[in-house]
């Protein structure tokens, strides 16, 4: 991995000039600054919005197949780049080889195919039967049409999978997009977007706009429709500026997933995944296993296991490539006053940390990887999103314990639970307060495009892949076509006495007859 500042050298874009406001990218695993990036202007959103909308319509003509055409080339082009997308995303993020290419770059390869595929299915007109007599023999149809000028907003823990990742279905639809990355990471967005045009995207039908929270502000006033990711606090922003002008969101926001280990739970797997959910990425994943709570007789036997397993994790500069590391860089260096004040608050309340606990000295932004026992919700490690390579583990008494203290969370994002009784571990996976439950597996859903992914109560509105990932980028439209018809209606004017009781009776008819309590 030798030359990954070379190769994202510090740079302008946008055909912007260097200025002294420019956003100054730096990589997390050595602190040295890799890029400058405009952050641009209200005025300079709007215009880019306005070079898209003018885009929109020629794209939305080459319809599905065109479409996909242009989508199964990026799909060759990010395999066939891999290399550069990971350097790139490892240069920005800190995050190790393998997270960026298991979890960003077989992301958006998949998205790229599964969308190209999908689209169209998901968006074709769907006839209605109608159980109305009132208008027997129209015909009836539901409809999807683009809305025009889609804003995603993304964060920085996965620059190539949510960020640009909801762009392709919203491409699909037929919409231009505005993507706004995070500050932190906004290199991988813009080498989507020279891949795109590499790939024959339309000039105009994606553009990147860098900058801050303002530009991402301005995007909620340009766009008609805003996919935004990050946390539940910029979420609720973010929804009120777009209640101004009643744009929809979609929102998918932070996550305190609790994981179940049951008393008949295979201890070592459960170990294996929970110490690979909560440290893959750094912990920084909305979906990472944040909390465990292990039912009483297989407690000593987890604890142990995971503890010696942690104990070998490797931390440090992701830049030797694959196998170098198992634990890479906090992204964001704000985030390291969050992941210590949580580690702090939890041992001041009597927690026993038994792994790590602690910032590493040197260069670069890591907190090593640490487990903490004897930790209960009266710690803020327990009940707020960390997002850090930290786990926390908790004994219960049993299955009721566990899942009343899993539901005592204001978020709902995901949640697992292991067991061999598939059963239980079902009835238990049900109670979960979650948009997403797995048993036995963790985080590996979101792999599955055909399945929705949505978080519940303060964990985000709206939800990714399925038929409502692709939906919520298009307006719904009800067709009705009307071709053989008389002159005139029953129900039209003038009223007449005579043609409202005959109505009136008929209703009767219609709705009053059949059995009921
Ligand atoms: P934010 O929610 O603040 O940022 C997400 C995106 O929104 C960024 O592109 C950000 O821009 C932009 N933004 C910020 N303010 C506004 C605004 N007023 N209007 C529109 N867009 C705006 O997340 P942070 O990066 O600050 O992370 C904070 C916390 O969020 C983390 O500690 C973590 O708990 C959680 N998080 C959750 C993620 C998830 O996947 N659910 C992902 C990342 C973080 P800019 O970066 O330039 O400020």
Redesign the pocket.
Known sequence: MAGVEDRVAPQTTNGAPASADD?VVTNPATGREIARVPDLTAEQVAELARKARAAQPGWQALGFDGRARIMLRAQKWVLDNRERVIQTIVSETGKTYEDAQLAEISYAAAGFGFWAKNAEEYLADEKIKASTPLVAGRKLYRRFAPLGLVGV??????PLT??FGDCIPALMAGNAVIL??????PLTSMLMAEAMRECGLPADVFQIAT??????????DEADM?M????????K??MA?AAETLTPVSL????KDPMIILSDADVERAANAALYYSMQNSG????STERVYVEAPVYDEFVAKITEKARTLRQGDPSGGPGSVEVGAIT?P??ME?IEDHVKDAVDKGAKIVVGGHRRAGDGTFFEPTIMVDVDHSMKAMTE???GPTLPIMKVSDAEEAIRLANDSPYG?AASVFGKDMKRAEQVARRLEAGAVVVNDAMLNYSVMELPMG?WKA??LGSRHGAGGIRKYTAEQAIMLTRFAPKKDLHMFPYKAGRTKLLGKFFGLLYGRGKRD
């Open positions: 956003i907003i993304g964060p920085w823990n996965y949510n960020s706004k990355p995070s500050e932190e990471t900058g801050r929270g303002a530009t991402g502000s301005a995007l909620v805003i935004f990711t990050g946390s539940t606090a910029t979420g922003k973010v500026k998918e926001l932070g996550g920084q994943t909305c979906i964001f704000k985030q969050i999103e960390t997002f994002l978080g964990s985000g």
